[in-house]
Structures are given as structure tokens and as C-alpha cells.
């Protein structure tokens, strides 16, 4: 069964960071883009990062940039959202989702549209004082 499943999530103060994790089960995520999309209550879903699936191209959504990086471990078969400086606005559930690769379209289509194969159950990031 493909299984994608995310952790890290917590409550943090303002200025504080946060690790989420994105574990694969039942594929390999060398041959797919992962990304981060969040949901605040009462907002639509906000793509804030993704990474292709060499890893060597990275997106961020201009409200993240400069303070998220995201990672990948495949020998792990892991991707990481390493979240610095978090504001309130922040809070939101974190979900990752993969997207199969086939051409570059692929990768470019899933950071701007949120167009994904899989999805994790999501993860939940608060952050307040």
C-alpha cells in the first residue's frame, strides 16, 4: 500500500523552528516531486514548498521563502521542511504529497497547481505564545 506519512508537527512560539518529516511507504520517492501544502481553518490550500525529484530544484512560496528549506533523504527515503522564524500565521496543517515524474511538466505543474498523486494525513503546526 503507498503510504506517505508526515510527523514533527507541535505547538512552537513565535521564532521558533520546526522539523516536519514525509515518510514513504510502498514506493520510492526518487522518481517523484514532494511537496508541502498547508490549510489554515477557513483558507485554501497554500502550496509552500516542493522539491524535484533529483532534488535539485527547489520552489517556495514567496510567504516562506528565506525561512523554510526543504530536503530529501533518499537513502532514507525521506523529505524534510525545516521551518524557521515561524509566525502566527504559520499555523496550518501540514500535508506532503508526492507527484510521479515523468517530465519536468510534472514537477512544474505540482508546485503551482498542488497537482498531486499521493497525499500523508497531514500534520498539525501551531504557533503562538
Known amino acids: 500500500q503507498l503510504q506517505l506519512v508526515e510527523s514533527g508537527g507541535g505547538l512552537v512560539q513565535p521564532g521558533g523552528s520546526l522539523r516536519l518529516s514525509c515518510a514513504a511507504s510502498?514506493?520510492?520517492?526518487?522518481?517523484?516531486?514532494i511537496g508541502w501544502v498547508r490549510q489554515a481553518p477557513g483558507k485554501e490550500r497554500e502550496g509552500v514548498s516542493c522539491?524535484?525529484?533529483?532534488?535539485?530544484?527547489?520552489y517556495y512560496a514567496d510567504s516562506v521563502q528565506g525561512r523554510f528549506t526543504v530536503s530529501r533523504d533518499k537513502s532514507n527515503n525521506m523529505v524534510y521542511l525545516q521551518m524557521n522564524s515561524l509566525k502566527p500565521e504559520d499555523t496550518a496543517v501540514y500535508y506532503c504529497?508526492?507527484?510521479?515524474?515523468?517530465?519536468?511538466?510534472?514537477?512544474?505543474?505540482?508546485?503551482?497547481?498542488?497537482?498531486?498523486?499521493?497525499w500523508g494525513q497531514g500534520t498539525q503546526v501551531t504557533v503562538s505564545s
Open positions: 510502498g514506493f520510492n520517492l526518487d522518481y517523484y516531486a
Open positions: 504529497a508526492a507527484r510521479r515524474v515523468i517530465s519536468r511538466y510534472d514537477y512544474v505543474s505540482a508546485y503551482r497547481n498542488n497537482e498531486y498523486d499521493y
Open positions: 522539491i524535484s525529484s533529483s532534488g535539485d530544484s527547489t
